[in-house]
Every structure is written in structure tokens, then in C-alpha cells.
């Protein structure tokens, strides 16, 4: 097991990744304290889908899975402002 810096492993993520890739772990220090442990998948984790890997997680209790299923748009929808636009504005100014 091999200790990384979170600095070291932002410059070097694709090395980490490699050995990890290759059945290395790696613990992840912060200010030499351990955060973080980076391990490969083991068979069953790695052939698991998405929403498998999901419920494991929800029945551990360390998420909660939405109570809608489907797509959610989070985008914000454009605010409407009177007047002329900004830049309309700008380039009158400009003048």
C-alpha cells in the first residue's frame, strides 16, 4: 500500500490510476493524514450496473436514492428583465 499526497495525485492521477489499475492501493494523505483509500474493484463490484452499486449504497445508509425516477432538468430558467438588452446597452454606450 502506497501513501499519495492530494497534490502529488492531481499531478500524477494517470500513474496512480495505472498502478491501482494493476492491483496497487493507495492511500490518500492530506497534510499526511489519511483521507482517502483508492483500491481496484473487486469481480463482483466491477460487473455490478450503476443502479446495483446505487441500492448498495442506499441500504448502507450512506445515500438516498430519488423518489422520482427519470431525467431531472436543473437548468434555471432565463430571467426576464425589461428594457433593453445589455448588449444593446453597451454598444450605445460606446458610440
Known sequence: MQN??????????????RLVKE??????TDRRKPIALIRPLDDT??????E????????QGKIRLPLK?????LKTPPIKVKGK???????????
Open 23 to 28: 492491483g496497487g492501493r493507495l492511500v490518500v
Open 69 to 73: 425516477k427519470g431525467r431531472f432538468d
Open 85 to 95: 438588452p445589455l448588449s444593446r446597452i453597451i454598444i450605445e454606450d460606446r458610440r
Open 52 to 59: 446495483e452499486r446505487l441500492a448498495v449504497l442506499a441500504k
Open 4 to 17: 499519495v499526497g492530494i497534490r502529488d495525485l492531481k499531478s500524477r492521477l494517470t500513474h496512480y490510476l
Open 45 to 50: 463490484e466491477a460487473k455490478a450496473s450503476v
